[in-house]
C-alpha cells in the first residue's frame, strides 16, 4: 500500500474510533440521507456526526466509491476545465506556481471540481480560480506568522493560510518559500 493510500486507511480507522460506527455504517448513513452530491453529503456529515471537514470529506469520498463506480478521469491537464472562458486569462498564474511546486520533488495532484489538491502524505496546498480575477493557492502548514499576504483561515477548515494572486509576477520567492514549508512538513 503506498503512503497516501496508508494516511487514508488510518484516517479512516480514526473515525470510526471517533464516531463508534464501522465504515459500513457510516455509507449506511450517508445511503439512507438520499444526498448524492459530494458536498451535501459532507456538510450532512459535519452537521449530523460533528466530524471536521478533512475527516467529512474522506468519509464521503469513500461512500460514493463503496456506492458504485467512480466517473473515469478526464484525460489531459485538469486545470484545463476550470481555466476557461474569464477565467482563462489566469492560466498563467497557475502554471507558474505548479512549475515551482514541481521543483520540489514527488507530490500528488488530485483533481477537483473547481482547484487542484496537491498531496504528499497529506495535502500541502490547493490551486485554483477563486473569481474571474483571482487564483487562489491555500496551503496547510503550522506555526507561520500571518502577514498581510498570507491570511490565517479558520481552525478546521480545508487549509490553514491562503494567499490571493491577481498577475503571475506574484509567484515570488516569498510565496514560493511558503509553499515549500507547506510541502516539507506534508511529508
Known amino acids: 500500500m503506498g503512503t497516501v493510500e496508508a494516511a487514508q486507511a ?8 471517533k464516531t463508534g460506527k464501522s465504515l459500513a455504517e457510516l455509507a449506511g448513513i450517508v445511503a439512507a440521507s438520499g444526498l448524492s452530491k459530494h458536498g451535501e453529503i459532507r456538510d450532512m456529515l459535519k452537521k449530523e456526526l460533528g466530524l471536521g471537514h478533512g475527516d467529512a470529506n474522506a468519509v464521503a469520498h469513500y461512500a460514493m ?6 466517473k473515469p478521469a478526464a484525460e489531459g491537464d485538469p486545470a484545463d476545465e476550470f481555466y476557461t ?5 489566469l492560466r498563467p498564474i497557475h502554471d507558474a506556481l505548479m512549475a515551482e511546486i514541481a521543483k520540489f520533488g ?6 477537483k471540481k473547481t482547484y487542484v489538491s496537491l498531496r504528499r502524505k497529506k495535502q500541502f ?6 473569481t474571474n480575477t483571482r487564483v487562489e493557492v491555500g496551503l496547510n502548514m ?5 502577514t498581510e499576504r498570507l491570511v490565517a483561515m479558520p481552525p478546521k477548515g480545508m ?3 491562503k494567499v ?3 498577475d503571475a509576477s506574484e509567484v515570488n520567492d516569498e510565496l514560493v518559500a511558503w509553499i515549500r514549508q507547506a510541502y516539507d512538513q506534508a511529508g
Request: aromatic content about 4%; hydrophobic content about 35%; charged content about 25%.
Open 159 to 161: 487549509c490553514d493560510y
Open 125 to 130: 496546498a490547493m490551486v485554483g480560480p477563486a
Open 164 to 166: 490571493k494572486l491577481t
Open 65 to 70: 466509491k463503496s456506492a458504485g463506480p467512480a
Open 142 to 146: 503550522k506555526n507561520v506568522p500571518e
Open 106 to 111: 514527488e507530490f500528488e495532484v488530485s483533481p
Open 10 to 17: 488510518t484516517q479512516l480507522a480514526n473515525i470510526e474510533k
Open 85 to 89: 472562458g474569464p477565467k482563462a486569462t
